[in-house]
C-alpha cells in the first residue's frame, strides 16, 4: 500500500491513467457505459474522513453510489449544500435509500466532545452534533454509567447517526418525497469500524 503522503501530483495522476488504463483492458465498455447515465442504489452522507471512502468500503465502483461527505456526517437544517444533494438522489435519481453513516474514531466527534470546545467555523459546524453528546451523557447520567473515554466517543459517534438522521427526516424534501410515495426514502443509520473495515447497522436507527 502507498503512504499517500509521500505520493507526488503527478504521481496521482500517474495512478489515475494506470487505472483507467486497467479497467479497459478488463471492460473495453466500461466508460462508454458510464456516460450513458447513473443508477445509483444509494445515497451515502458520510464523513470526510479519508480513511471511510464509501465505494471502497461498500465494494462499490463508479455509478453505484451518490455521495455526499462533510465532517462528522452532519445533516444540517441551514446547509442548501445537502438538501439540493438530498432533492437531487431522492426526486431526480429516484433513490430510494438514504444511508448516514459515521465512523468510530472520528476526529469530528472527539473534537465536538473536547472539554475544549473547537473555534472558527469547525466549532460552529460541530456545535450541530452537540445535541448528540448531551442525549449520550443524560441516558449515561439516568444508567449510572461511566465508559471509559472510547467506548464513550463510540456511543456519541452512534448517537450522531441517529440524530442526524432525525434532522434528515424534518428536511422538507424527504417530507415532499413521503407526501408522494409513503415510506420513501427509507432512512438507514450505519456506522462503520476503521479498525475492522467493518460497516454495521445503528440500533434504533432505521425507520
Ligand atoms: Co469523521
Request: proline share 4%; with cysteine; hydrophobic share 45%.
Given at each position: 500500500?502507498?503512504?499517500?503522503?509521500?505520493?507526488?501530483?503527478?504521481?496521482?495522476?500517474?495512478?489515475?491513467?494506470?487505472?483507467?488504463?486497467?479497467?479497459?483492458?478488463?471492460?473495453?465498455?466500461?466508460?462508454?457505459?458510464?456516460?450513458?447515465?447513473?443508477?445509483?442504489?444509494?445515497?451515502?452522507?458520510?464523513?470526510?474522513?479519508?480513511?471511510?471512502?464509501?465505494?471502497?468500503?461498500?465494494?462499490?465502483?463508479?455509478?453505484?453510489?451518490?455521495?455526499?461527505?462533510?465532517?462528522?456526517?452532519?445533516?444540517?437544517?441551514?446547509?442548501?449544500?445537502?438538501?439540493?444533494?438530498?432533492?437531487?438522489?431522492?426526486?431526480?435519481?429516484?433513490?430510494?435509500?438514504?444511508?448516514?453513516?459515521?465512523?468510530?474514531?472520528?476526529?469530528?466527534?472527539?473534537?465536538?466532545?473536547?472539554?475544549?470546545?473547537?473555534?472558527?467555523?469547525?466549532?460552529?459546524?460541530?456545535?450541530?452534533?452537540?445535541?448528540?453528546?448531551?442525549?449520550?451523557?443524560?441516558?449515561?447520567?439516568?444508567?449510572?454509567?461511566?465508559?471509559?473515554?472510547?467506548?464513550?466517543?463510540?456511543?456519541?459517534?452512534?448517537?450522531?447517526?441517529?440524530?442526524?438522521?432525525?434532522?434528515?427526516?424534518?428536511?422538507s424534501v424527504v417530507r415532499d418525497r413521503w407526501a408522494r410515495?409513503?415510506?420513501?426514502?427509507?432512512?438507514?443509520?450505519?456506522?462503520?469500524?476503521?479498525?475492522?473495515?467493518?460497516?454495521?447497522?445503528?440500533?434504533?436507527?432505521?425507520?
Amino acid at each position: 500500500m502507498v503512504n499517500s503522503r509521500r505520493m507526488s501530483l503527478s504521481d496521482l495522476l500517474a495512478q489515475n491513467r494506470a487505472w483507467a488504463a486497467a479497467q479497459v483492458a478488463r471492460d473495453p465498455d466500461y466508460f462508454a457505459r458510464l456516460t450513458g447515465g447513473q443508477h445509483p442504489r444509494v445515497l451515502w452522507i458520510g464523513c470526510s474522513d479519508s480513511r471511510v471512502p464509501a465505494e471502497q468500503v461498500l465494494g462499490c465502483g463508479p455509478g453505484d453510489l451518490f455521495v455526499h461527505r462533510n465532517v462528522a456526517n452532519i445533516v444540517a437544517y441551514n446547509d442548501i449544500n445537502i438538501a439540493a444533494v438530498v432533492q437531487f438522489a431522492t426526486h431526480n435519481l429516484g433513490i430510494e435509500d438514504v444511508v448516514v453513516c459515521g465512523h468510530y474514531g472520528c476526529g469530528g466527534i472527539r473534537a465536538a466532545c473536547a472539554h475544549e470546545a473547537p473555534t472558527g467555523y469547525i466549532g460552529d459546524w460541530l456545535a450541530i452534533a452537540g445535541w448528540a453528546q448531551r442525549a449520550v451523557d443524560a441516558r449515561l447520567a439516568a444508567a449510572g454509567r461511566v465508559p471509559e473515554r472510547e467506548a464513550y466517543l463510540r456511543l456519541v459517534v452512534e448517537e450522531n447517526v441517529r440524530l442526524q438522521l432525525t434532522h434528515l427526516s424534518h428536511l422538507s424534501v424527504v417530507r415532499d418525497r413521503w407526501a408522494r410515495t409513503p415510506g420513501v426514502p427509507r432512512l438507514h443509520g450505519w456506522v462503520y469500524d476503521i479498525g475492522t473495515g467493518l460497516v454495521k447497522a445503528v440500533e434504533g436507527s432505521d425507520t
